[in-house]
Each structure stands twice: as C-alpha cells, then as structure tokens.
C-alpha cells in the first residue's frame, strides 16, 4: 500500500520561494516514480517533476525547469520540492503521486497524471503579484 502526505504549502509573494515536502510510505523492497504535479483551477494536472526511488537523477518539467529543483531523502523517504523565483502562474494545488516501476527512463517517458494510480491529499501554493 502506498500513502503520501504533502506538507509546506503557503502563500507568498512573487520573486519569493517555497519547500513542499512529500512523506512517502510503501514497500521498501520495491521501485517506485515518484512526482511532484500541480494543477490550477480550470486547468489540467500537470508534471512540475519526477525521479525514480533508489537512483538519482530526475526529469524537471519545462515550465519550472531552471526555477524548480526536487531532492530525495532515501532514508526519510522523502521528495522534497524546492522553488524559486515564483510567480502567479505558479499558483495551485501542488501533488505528490507514485507508481511503480523499475526504470528511470519509463519514469521519465511516463510523465502524465494518467499515469500514476497513487496520490496525496495536495498542498495549495498560491502566488500574489
């Protein structure tokens, strides 16, 4: 079973910057994609970033690449999301979601919130100008 708890939501200003934090909770002898996606309101979801458990690397999503870095804590199996340089467009409930999987590179290719069965409760991020 897998559970995910986003934490560090807030308000602030544009220019300014913000940690969301993921808490991930599942088997430990198994792979998982784990990803940050966001969604506006009249919006559709979209990936802000995902990594794969275990290894390094991840695949940041165009809109926030060179704005947004994610770091994972293997031992607190954590996802952390940093942003930066924030601005209203940024605004809107920010998720953690997982998958399983065994493979980087499908991690990378599977970047659709169609493809993650496993999601949080979410996190609002909201940007004032």
């Known amino acids: 079973q897998v559970h995910l708890v986003e934490s560090g939501g807030g308000s602030v200003q544009s220019g300014g910057s913000l940690t969301l934090s993921c808490k991930a909770s599942f088997d430990i002898h198994r792979t998982y994609c784990l990803a940050w996606f966001r969604q506006a309101p009249g919006k559709e979801r979209e990936g802000v970033a995902t990594?794969?458990?275990?290894?390094?690397?991840?695949r940041i999503g165009d809109s926030v690449k060179g704005r947004f870095t994610v770091s994972r804590d293997e031992a607190k199996n954590t996802l952390d999301l940093r942003m930066y340089s924030l601005n209203p467009e940024d605004t809107g409930m920010y998720y953690c979601a997982a998958v399983e999987s065994y493979s980087a590179s499908w991690c990378y290719q599977h970047f659709r919130a169609s493809d993650f069965p496993y999601w949080g409760q979410g996190t609002q991020v909201t940007v004032s100008s």
């Open positions: 990594t794969i458990t275990g290894a390094g690397g991840a």
